[in-house]
């Protein structure tokens, strides 16, 4: 297992290195810059501007001193918001974004693993055929349409629950319905398949004929094979749920990471979208390492591979 994770840490370099790359020149390559939205100033005052932020510089330098920059943890200042680096504007950012994901996932979990298993339960009753045809349709439904329809029925219609900003728990609870809803309805389907193919093995039926109660049987002998396939899911499903946050802090005016994104990518800040890119993928490889292990853990054939 140490080899494994040893790894799996050394391909993070070279993945780094690649993704670092190729959003440094990208984000140059788009059209427009980061000072073009300023009042018409003297090309003087524009040169004095730009050596300010080294973009006077040969590209291929600018590119060595940001790469020299990031072993030392420097992202460089912030081309729109030079009151803090981007470091801090990251870490600011950041916590705010891993929390609405958070709640996304254990919202996603709860409502997933729940009908999942009793879906399976009820096989190819009404309950099971409506569980997951509920679960299709959150499949279908992408954030951006869910989003407004809540907004539109518990913000403008019952006026219910807030629809802007990020400080009390009644904030939180439309967004984290918002993110996990499409994860739920994935996690309740995979669930539901694994549960039925576990559910006949023979260690079950021989766990009933024990005369073990039911709910032993399921929850404790059943779950921990029915759910392997949630479990390899999680990883790319946390990255998902990051990643996902572009769409709902902006529909909700969240003070998050991915809100910060995407302003940065509209306003060319050039070092806010390197730096958030990278966090995200640190973030994103860490995330399916640690789902690699967990499955590791439940199923002895994987560590024995």
């Known amino acids: 297992m140490g080899l494994f994770i040893l790894k799996r840490f050394a391909e993070f370099v070279p993945t780094l290195f690649v993704i670092v790359t190729v959003t440094f020149f990208l984000v140059r390559l788009a059209p427009g810059g980061p000072f073009d939205s300023e009042k018409r100033v003297s090309p003087e005052v524009l040169a004095q501007i730009e050596a300010h932020y080294n973009m006077d510089r040969p590209l291929l330098r600018q590119y060595a001193d940001y790469l020299g920059g990031l072993l030392r943890l420097d992202f460089g200042p912030s ?9 801090e504007w990251l870490f600011m950012r950041l916590p705010i974004s891993i929390e609405l994901g958070l709640y996304g996932l254990a919202f996603a979990l709860a409502l997933g693993l ?52 990020w400080t009390t728990p009644a904030h939180k609870i439309l967004p984290s319905i918002t993110l996990g809803a499409a994860y739920a309805a994935y996690i309740a389907r995979m669930t539901r398949g694994g549960m039925l193919e576990t559910l006949s093995q023979d260690f079950i039926r021989t766990a009933r004929a024990k005369g073990l109660r039911e709910s032993r049987v399921v929850l404790r002998h059943g779950l921990r094979s029915g759910i392997q396939p949630v479990v390899a899911f999680l990883g ?45 993928a640190v973030l994103v490889m860490g995330l399916n390492l640690v789902s690699d292990l967990a499955l590791a853990w439940l199923d002895p054939r994987i560590r024995a591979r």
């Open 79 to 87: 081309f729109r918001k030079p009151s803090r680096t981007v470091r």
């Open 114 to 165: 729940g009908a999942g298993i009793i879906a399976s339960l009820r096989h190819n009753s009404l309950l099971d055929h409506g569980t997951m045809g509920l679960a299709m349709l959150g499949i279908c439904v992408p954030a951006f349409v869910l989003g407004p329809l809540l907004v539109l029925v518990f913000g403008l219609w019952t006026d219910w629950l807030p629809v802007m900003g």
């Open 236 to 280: 790319p499903a946390a990255a998902g749920l990051l990643t996902g946050s572009f769409v709902v802090e902006t529909i909700f005016h969240i003070p998050g990471l991915g809100r910060e994104f995407v302003e940065s990518a509209f306003n060319r800040d050039y070092t806010m979208i390197s730096g958030a890119v990278l966090v995200y």
